[in-house]
């Protein structure tokens, strides 16, 4: 998939108001290495708050209070690879968000699909309809329909294929077997294709 519909629209200037991390620190080597790690992430953070909350200013609040527990608890990171580690961070500091707007999503039931081991829709090799109809969107309508799905596939689905994590990186983050992950995985391209679908219908 293009990289087009990837962008939430957040520009790299503004990584010093997002992530205030001298004021909290007082070992200045310590936040250096963990600006040196953990910053080249940001904008992988910032996508993924963007589409679980899908607002942009509690994207840019939810970036920041993960940086600042993740440097809080810097000592205790065990490498090597931060990307998921933050991720996970910020999907918790998004469910405590679900949670103080008592607007938590649904309990999801995972029903296994024979078809989770897919290639991705949009990294699928050959021309198919759908790879076609992929390329008519705009990256506002893919976003959209991203968006609109329940959260467990929309997180599924966004770690997945925007930051092209493993099933056991996702596992990781979300706190669920890799079978749990193939079949939200698999459920949210299906439902992507019938919102495809669907639009496709009334545009006619």
């Given at each position: 998939?293009?990289?087009?519909?990837?962008?939430?629209?957040?520009?790299?200037?503004?990584?010093?108001?997002?992530?205030?991390?001298?004021?909290?620190?007082s070992d200045p080597e310590?936040?250096?290495?963990?600006?040196?790690?953990?910053?080249?992430?940001?904008?992988?953070?910032?996508?993924?708050?963007?589409?679980?909350?899908?607002?942009?200013?509690?994207?840019?609040?939810?970036?920041?209070?993960?940086?600042?527990?993740?440097?809080?608890?810097?000592?205790?990171?065990?490498?090597?690879?931060?990307?998921?580690?933050?991720?996970?961070?910020?999907?918790?500091?998004?469910?405590?968000?679900?949670?103080?707007?008592?607007?938590?999503?649904?309990?999801?039931?995972?029903?296994?699909?024979?078809?989770?081991?897919?290639?991705?829709?949009?990294?699928?090799?050959?021309?198919?309809?759908?790879?076609?109809?992929?390329?008519?969107?705009?990256?506002?309508?893919?976003?959209?329909?991203?968006?609109?799905?329940?959260?467990?596939?929309?997180?599924?689905?966004?770690?997945?294929?925007?930051?092209?994590?493993?099933?056991?990186?996702?596992?990781?983050?979300?706190?669920?077997?890799?079978?749990?992950?193939?079949?939200?995985?698999?459920?949210?391209?299906?439902?992507?294709?019938?919102?495809?679908?669907?639009?496709?219908?009334?545009?006619?």
């Amino acid at each position: 998939m293009p990289d087009r519909w990837i962008s939430t629209g957040r520009a790299s200037a503004t990584t010093d108001r997002t992530m205030p991390l001298t004021p909290t620190s007082s070992d200045p080597e310590r936040t250096r290495r963990f600006r040196d790690a953990a910053l080249p992430y940001l904008d992988d953070v910032y996508t993924l708050a963007r589409y679980l909350l899908r607002d942009a200013d509690a994207a840019e609040d939810a970036v920041q209070e993960c940086y600042l527990r993740a440097l809080k608890h810097f000592d205790s990171f065990r490498g090597p690879a931060i990307r998921p580690w933050l991720l996970a961070i910020l999907r918790n500091v998004c469910r405590a968000e679900f949670a103080r707007r008592a607007d938590a999503p649904a309990a999801v039931e995972d029903i296994p699909d024979d078809r989770a081991d897919a290639a991705p829709l949009w990294h699928e090799p050959q021309d198919t309809p759908e790879t076609q109809l992929l390329r008519r969107w705009d990256a506002a309508t893919i976003r959209r329909l991203v968006a609109a799905l329940a959260e467990p596939f929309r997180e599924t689905l966004v770690l997945r294929e925007i930051h092209n994590l493993s099933y056991r990186e996702i596992a990781g983050i979300v706190d669920a077997p890799v079978g749990t992950v193939m079949s939200r995985l698999a459920r949210a391209r299906a439902m992507l294709r019938d919102a495809w679908n669907a639009e496709e219908e009334e545009a006619k």
